[in-house]
């Protein structure tokens, strides 16, 4: 095993903290990776890796050597890709939301492959907050409110909402003409996967944002399962347009207080801010934004 095969051996352990995770992920038997990362320490001459029986983490020294390996082997890859006709390479892993996925990212998918056909996809679904680093995610498309983390955020766009609710509600609860007839109506409630808590509605009113939070007998913490409830008349939802499109066409939801604009979900690419960007990962990254512009005429 060279120097670099070493190197990337190496990072996938501190990454995923398990020898024997890290030998799935390459393909490798665990006493292959055991013996690289001992034959790797007696070179060095120093210890990386404190090892208990259910745990892998770095030393001072193997933190430092990981963070000069990240360095190293971007800078190799980048480094081939400076020759004429080379094409960014190896396999790229996302996640994003699958709604967002299904509206945004797969339409143009094949297209972006065919530019880049050296270019492995992996897209994994879900909109829970992951360790990019120890789940080895190049980057995570997420919209919402961010917190402080340590990672870079480069925006996309922001996703307008909209209030709705099924025929049926409507007709059992009346269609509320200003955010003041919402008295005795019910929402279905959506718990923010950040803090566990309900999300309000929100609306622009006399050029104020005013929340409201009203009763509910359902709560969810996923975007679809929330939409299929409103269908089924368990209460008003604040969701993004570009989501309901097929819903207002057919009918089995309905806008309503269009003149008190809900908010706007900004939607952001989250990648980790000690990992210099491979080539695959930039490639993408340019593409995404172009395509979230071009998809949807509400993005703004």
Known sequence: MDKLDSMQL???VVELRSFTQAAQALNLKRSTVTD?????ETRLNIRLLQRTTRHVSPTLDGEAYYQRCLRILADVEDAEMAFAGAQPKGLLR??????????FLLPGLPDFLAQYPDIEFYMSEGDR?????????????????????????????????????????LQRFGIPETPD???GHRMIGFRSSATGGLLPLVFQQQGKTREI?????????GAESMKEAARRGMGIIQVPHYGLLEDLAQ????????????????????????RQLSPRVRVFIDWMVKEFARRDPHLT
Do not use: W
């Open 94 to 103: 996302v996640d994003v939301h699958g709604s967002m996925a299904r509206h």
């Open 129 to 169: 907050l992951v360790d990019l680093v120890r789940e080895g995610i190049d980057c995570v498309i997420r919209a919402g409110e961010l917190k402080d983390s340590d990672m870079v955020a480069r925006p996309l766009g922001t996703l307008p909402e909209i209030t709705c609710a099924s025929p049926d509600y």
């Open 251 to 274: 009918g089995s939801l309905v806008q309503i207080l269009a003149d008190f604009p809900a908010g706007s979900l900004p939607v952001s690419l989250l990648y980790p801010r000690n």
């Open 181 to 183: 007839d919402l008295a």
């Open 213 to 221: 939070l009203l009763p509910t007998s359902l709560s969810v913490n």
């Open 10 to 12: 190496f990072t996938r």
């Open 36 to 40: 690289a990362i001992k034959q790797l």
